[in-house]
């Protein structure tokens, strides 16, 4: 078995498309053999061609010399037919994404390579294990999922099917960490583990569109500026597209059986059949114009000044003093008595609740009382709900001495867990059920929603900064209150939280 950290190898790639070029790129760059196979014959000459040309532009921007890119282009061979691949320690395949054209690919395969050959395929939904299923010695085959563009995506998920070898994954991890990526290993599930994990933000966004809780840009804006990722659902389905995302979303769904966690909405599939695919078809979420998003104005703050006094329950005493901090500093004038005054705003900060219920279980009048979102961060951005009975001069009057601290104020219909906290929650309750069914380690986790989400940290040390006892409460709370176990907190969640323990700690 050869080493593939340190001894030269000769690495197969079949189907020359947008990721069999990638790959064939940074191998080759990386001093890696490459020989590219193609059933198209135009379609290996194109994409030897295209590489090329990437490493010519590479050496006019200064990022390689021109003798590394001479050597880059002399490491790609091409190859007229699958009877080529008699040496290949590696092959990579990269073909249509269908079950019954790679399975006989891979039995063909079987009968040319070497007996030590590692055999591995890019599908992004397949199942590795049926793959394998094609070839007689299925432990030599594994998933080697690289994301688009390849150079650009550093992450690997290095997939073992049921079957596979864990010597052959030690050895593809190898070989990946060799062409400049980050592996991760991954066992063989639906949707692996960066497509399995994106769908907490996507079905909790839905969920809250759905829920006529507020648009898709105030969602969106909530989750940018509140839990700090790059992008918000919608943006990013729109960019990904939905007919991409609807059918990822739906397999992902069937494939667990149902799995509430993973269930999307119905507004998915009616958007994906009217065609409102998103960035693409200039229409999605967002309508763009001349390919650029066309963001709905935030609404001006109403012109009324506040002058009632703000009490501040202190259910919640960490969010509270955050809160009373923030009206002192906007000049507010507060109501420090033990109960709300004739004539006071109770402003009230509720975790995984909705304004209703926190509200009638702290006693208070719903007509005068508002819900605050001061969990996460509110540098930017605040969010504010009443219950259906709170009047819209007390929204408005809370709404404009909010504003007065000089952050944006997002105005939501009332919702269980406001906007970012069932968000965040989801996220983290996905990724803490991913690490207790063993599809990847909680460390692999993190790196992987950082490198192939650009999510600034991992989830589970989002968890961890927030505090495991309070997403584990949010989300008790918010199975309480709908009654829908997509809610259920993960055993792997709960127990770290009752004992005080970090959600990167494996067992
Ligand atoms: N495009 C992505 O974003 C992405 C990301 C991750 C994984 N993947 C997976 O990678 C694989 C390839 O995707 P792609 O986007 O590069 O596809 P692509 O359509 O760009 O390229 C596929 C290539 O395979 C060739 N091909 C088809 N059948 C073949 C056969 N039997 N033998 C040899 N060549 C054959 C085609 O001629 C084509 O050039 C798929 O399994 C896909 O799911 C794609």
Known sequence: MKDFAHDPILMGIIGAGVMGRGVAQIAASAGIQVLLYDVNAVATSEAVQFINGMFDRAVEKGR????DAAMS??????????????DADLVIEAILEKLEVKQPLFKELEGIVSNDCVLATNTSSLSVTSVANAVNKQGRVAGCHFFNPVPLMKLVEVIGGTRTDPAILDQLCAF?????????????????LVNHFGRGLNTEGLRVLYEKIA????IDAVVR????????????????ALDVTYPVSEQIYEQFYHEPRLRPTPTLKQRYIAGLLGRKVGAGFYTYVDGNKVIPPEPAVPDVVPDRKFWVSKKVPALAAKLIALLRDAGMALDDHERPQSGSIAVITPLGLDATTATLREGLDPASTVAVDMLLNIDKRITLMGSPKTGPGIINATWSALAKSGRAVSVIKDSTGFIAQRIIANIINTACEIAQ??????????????????????????????????????LRNMLDQTGDPRYRPSPWLRRRAELGLSLLHAE
Request: charged share 15%; aromatic share 4%.
């Open 176 to 192: 990946v960490s060799r062409i400049g990526h980050t592996p991760v290993l991954v066992a063989d599930s639906p949707g692996f």
């Open 437 to 474: 069914s063993g599809i990847a380690t909680p460390q692999a986790i993190d790196t992987s929603a950082r490198l192939g989400l650009g999510y600034p940290a991992g989830p589970l040390a989002m968890g961890d900064a927030i505090g495991p006892a309070i997403i584990l409460e949010i």
């Open 73 to 86: 282009k002399a490491n790609i061979k091409t190859t007229s037919s699958l009877a080529g691949f008699a």
């Open 225 to 240: 500026d509140c839990i700090g990722l790059r992008m918000g659902p919608f943006e990013l389905m729109d960019l990904t």
């Open 64 to 67: 390689m010399s021109g003798a």
């Open 215 to 218: 648009e898709p840009e105030v």
